[in-house]
């Protein structure tokens, strides 16, 4: 049996959660959120504009890093995913997500 699809929330919230532990490269963010380096690279360009991720040079190159904008969001996608999933029984990642 195939896993479903994640929709962008739940990767938008991925991508959030992952840059919120201390900050995260691109390739960390391709390989822990399971995506493509030309979907990481368009979701980072989207949240940047909206002030949810920053980036900065340094060592060991471009890591991006989650703001305070997108940490209350991230807070917000995990009690809305939680919310939409009370049907379901309670799922593993969006409770995740709220942390």
């Not at 690279?41 to 305070?68: A, F, N, W």
């Amino acid at each position: 049996m195939q896993k479903p699809r994640r929709s962008q929330l739940e990767i938008v919230a991925e991508l959030l959660r992952i840059a919120s532990q201390g900050g995260a490269t691109k390739t960390a963010l391709v390989y822990k959120a399971n995506l493509n380096f030309k979907l990481v690279q368009r979701y980072l360009d989207y949240l940047e504009s909206k002030g949810m991720i920053v980036h900065s040079d340094g060592e060991p190159g471009i890591v991006y890093y989650s703001t305070e904008k997108g940490r209350e969001a991230l807070r917000t996608i995990g009690r809305t995913l939680d919310f939409m999933s009370w049907n379901k029984g309670p799922r593993k990642a969006a409770t995740a997500y709220a942390s």
